[in-house]
């Protein structure tokens, strides 16, 4: 019985070194990693609602272009594009304003926390119901999340010089929704 057992446990042995059963000991060894990396296009506005006013002249005769600017909005950023894809940021607004006009630009970010490719600006855009572009070549880049960073975005209401008198419509409240979408250039 004892030489059956030990034919036996011989056998075992034998079989499973052979299956693999034992790990592999040698100096090096490896295995797989499978990664995937998952892209994002993500914007955020960083402050709430902007209010502008155009002030009346306080003097008969004066000029009724005055302006009104604002820089305190923040558009933060997180864009992971694979390598050759850029994005742009389109803006738009909800509709179309009577003898004013709401411009737009995106500035370059005031802190140090923004990192990759910012891409390029263009210049000060008048704004209505259709996209227009603000920034494109956006490669892949994050603003950080801190009060101030991201693009600093400058609105100017202004009265529109082109516009006669009659065609100014004077109302005390006029609200519109300001659009920004990031989206791969085509």
Known sequence: MALFQKIVVT????????????????????????????????????????????????????????????????LRISSLAESGVYRLITVKMSKVLSGTELTVQALPPVTSNFNGEAGKYTEMVTMNTDDKVIIDNIGTCWSGTDENDGYVIKYTYKINPSVRGENINIDEQTKVTVTFTLSDTK
């Open 11 to 74: 056998c075992l042995l034998f079989t499973s070194t052979s299956l693999g059963i034992f790990g592999q000991n040698s100096e090096t060894t490896s295995h797989k990693v499978n990664l995937h990396l998952d892209g994002t296009a993500l914007l955020g506005i960083a402050t709430g609602d902007i209010e502008m006013q155009i002030d009346g002249v306080t003097e008969a005769g004066a000029a009724l272009n005055k302006t009104s600017e604002n820089s305190d909005t923040r």
